[in-house]
């Protein structure tokens, strides 16, 4: 069996940032594995600009966003493998991983980094009725389909739901010269970044119909038409408001799910919300030395805070590895309420704790004119007006050790959004 | 020209196919569609009836029975997974126990082994997910659970392998009686010429019947919709769940698949359209709905996809299966719908041996009867897998991550006999694509496999024949144009 440090699942932006920041932190043997061919997970196929504001000041494209952290990963010569799937990941950290080359062999960890990232919803999920012709696409297969390897699925294109891989591939698919009839969204809110919505939609003429959904799908070996309807506050489509669109293309662009079929083997604990590994203060989870950064641990809106988040992950697995990090212990409880849906991390131990932590959440609706607040215990002691919130963008509130040490004794932190 | 052309390459076509390949006889099978199993046998409940639904003496329920023992031996000789996992018939309304009673007493007399009656406690005791209404339970351990797609493929690769041919994307157009005593088979693909027709065409068996019989028949294609849920949820229930009978056939079922998903469905509705393989919301609705009458807390969230199957129902409810009688040297195997699939395996022996007795048909000396699937390295040790790998490399590169299906199995299953040319072709051989993300990932690494093993152009690569290509041209930068 192999021995290193510390095995980071992932070669995406996750478990790029990861590695250089516990090599960083002094940790000497890291192996990154990766599934793909090359570095840098779906940033790839994101050919479009837009990364980096945050971190590089700039705008960059995917594929030169990963660049960036696969440079500093080459420079610190970070080891790594590619065409390598992780097969199993055990309670004890034994990891077993298989490829062309390699064969299937098991290396014993450290401390394991899991950033496996997300995937997105498939048709079958979302129970659309209809055919189950050629023609309908998970929005990020679309995008690999034309970015990567060059061909286009049709000419004709119905979207369905506005996340931001969809609203992407409404500009990208339009570039192309195909004519994108619509983008349907079952929720009453887009969820997709507003910048995507007027860059994507807006500026093409691209009409995006909130509070709709696709109610059948026509063509028997290859899709012809949908139908979309309006749908009550409950979702139910409403008769009377079908609508249909010709069409040879149905992107999907319906959610995206964090991929956690190795860490729920392994043991690992997953909200139910994010459907990410529930984690603490330092970003591990219940299992001792398996830490989460990413989208494995839930869906973020913007990279720049995945590498912010994943550099915490390979700071806090380096010190487990070195023996700097005190037992995991949960003295106080993150709670989300009151529009806000879940927080990562979930709880708290001050003795592990940064002097700033971030805490990141999403809410449940749009929210405008209203205020984000923080209760310690049952005090308020953050209240942050916000003009508008949406479920599409990540929100965060930043909490600081200074302040937590004043409250001796303190059990539950609250986040929740306020109309006043 | 053929000794016999069998019209159909689902179940029932490919099981007489190989039954028939154990004879020195020259046989071809015709089949509309571009893959094996595109029909009734693509989209059904996969299970293996134990056999006391069918009436008393009808030749439905002698075959499912006759059918449901040969099924282990079967299952052995071609590698098609196959589970013993019990059925269970759920009563929930105390007024109904008695027809529980009715069905073990047919069962009875259909020859069903080792059936008993459960009380309430008994049946939450093999299956505490049944709904707290339950009343009592007709226990049939000798119901099973099959990969339909398996099963089909590995009896016609079976025949296949055995000299039977197989031609595909060839739909029979119309058939007569030549002058020559002999079938003419038009066809889009030319005629063919056989001196025995098997009319083995599900949905579409009247049809053909029609072309040469005064007596018709009519079959009405009933559609089903179903559920399938992710493995993940795939013990909610370890038997097969079945409410009791109706008119309309056997209910909305829940069950494990023998690869470990959970099956929810079917709705049962009849429709004219023998195409209309389309769900629909009321139908979803529907089953939804009635599976939770029998079984409770079902991870209705974790569906993975939906689809509709058609069965072929006869007006009489019952395999048609014989020459017909106004049309010599013409074999009906018409009305297969359920317990068809249970019942493959003996209605391929009995039409294999009505034409060996009509024929005279004399055994093959050198006939294979068995058949290896594609290997399945996930039940292999490390230290045979690597083996594996270093052999042929293909096995250590994973292409669809949902289900771990290697590259290896894929060139497998491209190039075994009858292969597949289509992404559901082998979705249906290796079940790459049809786990919980749906081929969303391993669909554009499939095509670049067929690209290559194939030689077909990635515009030329289908989902499932016909017109469902899956990319129409290049992008304008491969095309050479302007960006």
Redesign the interface.
């Known amino acids: 069996m192999l021995n290193y440090d510390i095995v980071i699942v992932g070669g995406g932006p996750a478990g790029l940032a990861a590695a250089v920041a516990a090599r960083d932190a002094g940790v000497d043997k890291i192996l990154i594995l990766e599934r793909d061919k090359e570095l840098g997970g779906i940033l790839n196929q994101c050919i479009h600009n837009g990364f980096g504001l945050h971190t590089f000041k700039e705008e960059l494209t995917g594929p030169e966003y990963a660049y960036r952290f696969i440079e500093k990963v080459l420079a610190a010569d970070i080891e790594y493998k590619l065409n390598t799937m992780v097969m199993d990941i055990s309670k004890d950290r034994v990891v077993t991983a298989m490829s062309k080359e390699d064969g299937m062999y098991q290396i014993k960890a450290g401390a394991v980094i899991l950033a496996m990232g997300c995937r997105e919803r498939p048709r079958g999920a979302l129970n659309i009725p209809g055919y189950r012709p050629a023609g309908i696409f998970s929005a990020g297969t679309a995008q690999r389909l034309v970015n990567i390897e060059g061909y286009m699925p049709g000419r004709e294109v119905v979207i369905l739901g506005s996340g931001d891989i969809g609203l992407i591939m409404a500009r990208r698919m339009t570039l192309e010269g195909a004519k994108v009839k619509v983008v349907a969204e079952l929720m009453p809110y887009s969820g997709g970044l507003k910048r995507n919505i007027v860059q994507c939609l807006d500026d093409f003429g691209i009409p995006l119909k909130l509070s709709h959904t696709v109610v059948d799908i026509e063509g028997k070996e290859h899709l012809t038409a949908v139908t979309i309807a309006a749908v009550d506050n409950k979702g139910k489509p409403i008769p009377g408001t079908e609508e249909r669109y010709t069409c040879d293309t149905l992107l999907l662009s319906c959610g995206l799910i964090p991929e956690n079929e190795l860490s729920r083997n392994a043991g690992v604990e997953m909200s139910p919300i994010t459907s990410g590994p529930i984690v603490n203060e330092s970003l591990e989870t219940n299992i001792p030395g398996v830490f989460a950064c990413g989208n494995v641990l839930h869906v973020h809106d913007l990279v720049d805070y995945v590498s912010e988040e994943a550099l915490r992950a390979g700071q806090n697995a380096a010190k487990y590895v070195k023996g700097q990090l005190s037992e995991a212990k949960a003295d106080i409880e993150i709670v989300a309420t009151d529009g806000a849906r879940y927080t990562v991390p979930s709880t708290i131990n001050i003795g592990r704790m940064d002097d700033k932590l971030t805490v990141r959440f999403r809410v449940g609706a749009v929210y405008k004119d209203s205020y984000v607040s923080v209760y310690f215990d049952d005090e308020r002691v953050m209240h942050n007006k916000k003009r508008i919130m949406a479920p599409g963008e990540m929100e965060q509130v930043i909490l600081l050790k200074d302040k937590l040490a004043e409250k001796p004794g303190l059990k539950k932190i609250t986040v929740k959004i306020e109309n006043e | 020209m053929y000794d016999v052309v069998i019209i159909g390459a689902g179940v029932s076509g490919s099981s007489i196919a190989r039954e028939l390949s154990r004879y020195n006889v020259n046989a071809c099978v015709l089949e509309k569609c571009e893959d094996l199993c595109e029909g009734t046998t693509k989209a059904n409940s996969a299970i293996v009836h134990a056999g006391f639904d069918a009436p008393e003496g009808s030749l439905m329920a002698k075959l499912n029975v006759q059918g449901n023992e040969m099924m282990d031996q079967i299952c052995k000789d071609l590698d098609v997974p196959f589970k013993r996992n019990g059925s269970l018939v759920v009563c929930i309304h105390k007024e109904a126990l008695d027809g529980l009673k009715e069905l073990y007493d047919r069962g009875i007399k259909n020859g069903v082994k080792n059936l008993k009656i459960l009380s309430r406690e008994e049946a939450l005791e093999l299956e505490p997910n049944l709904s707290d209404n339950v009343e009592g339970a007709l226990y049939a351990p000798t119901g099973g659970i099959v990969c339909p797609f398996k099963l089909n493929i590995a009896m016609a690769e079976n025949a296949n392998v055995n000299g039977v041919e197989f031609r595909f994307n060839t739909e029979v157009e119309d058939i007569s009686k030549g002058q020559d005593g002999l079938w003419h088979l038009r066809t889009n693909n030319g005629e063919y010429v056989a001196k025995y027709v098997v009319n083995a065409a599900g949905v579409y068996a009247d049809k053909f019947h029609n072309m040469v019989s005064a007596k018709k028949i009519h079959i009405t294609p009933r559609r089903g919709d179903y559920?399938?849920l992710d493995k993940?949820v795939g013990n909610h229930v370890t038997h097969t769940i079945f409410p009791q009978p109706t008119k309309l056939g056997k209910g909305v079922l829940v069950t494990p698949t023998v690869h470990g998903n959970l099956l929810v469905g079917p709705t049962a509705v009849d429709i004219s359209d023998k195409?209309g393989?389309?769900?629909?919301?009321e139908?979803?609705d529907d089953l939804i709905e009635k599976a939770n009458d029998h079984v409770k807390n079902l991870p209705l969230r974790k569906?993975?996809?939906?689809?509709a199957g058609l069965r072929a129902h006869e007006d009489g409810q019952e395999f048609i299966i014989g020459e017909v009688e106004d049309a010599e040297c013409f074999i009906d195997c018409a009305g297969i719908e359920s317990p068809g699939l249970s019942a493959s395996p003996a209605i391929g022996e009995m039409v294999a041996n009505l034409l060996k007795e009509k024929m005279g048909l004399e055994e093959k000396q050198n006939w294979i009867g068995t058949r290896k699937d594609i290997l399945n390295p996930a039940e292999l040790s490390?230290e045979e897998?690597?083996e594996l790998?270093?052999k042929n490399?293909?096995y250590?590169?994973?292409i669809c991550?949902?289900e771990?299906i290697s590259e290896g199995e894929i060139i497998d299953a491209i190039h075994r006999p009858l292969g597949a040319r289509s992404l559901d072709g082998i979705k249906r051989r290796t079940r790459a694509g049809m786990g919980?993300?749906?081929?969303?990932?391993c669909?554009?690494k499939t095509?670049?496999i067929i690209h290559r093993e194939l030689g077909l152009d990635?515009?030329k690569i289908?989902?499932?024949?016909?017109?469902?290509?899956?990319?129409?041209?290049?992008?304008?930068?491969?095309k050479g144009g302007e960006a």
């Open positions: 559920c399938l993940e195409e393989t389309n769900t629909t919301k139908g979803i569906v993975i996809t939906s689809f490390i897998r690597n790998i270093k490399p293909a250590g590169n994973i991550r949902c771990s919980r993300c749906q081929g969303g990932f669909s554009p095509m670049e990635y515009e289908t989902k499932s024949g016909g017109r469902s290509n899956i990319v129409i041209e290049r992008t304008k930068n491969q």
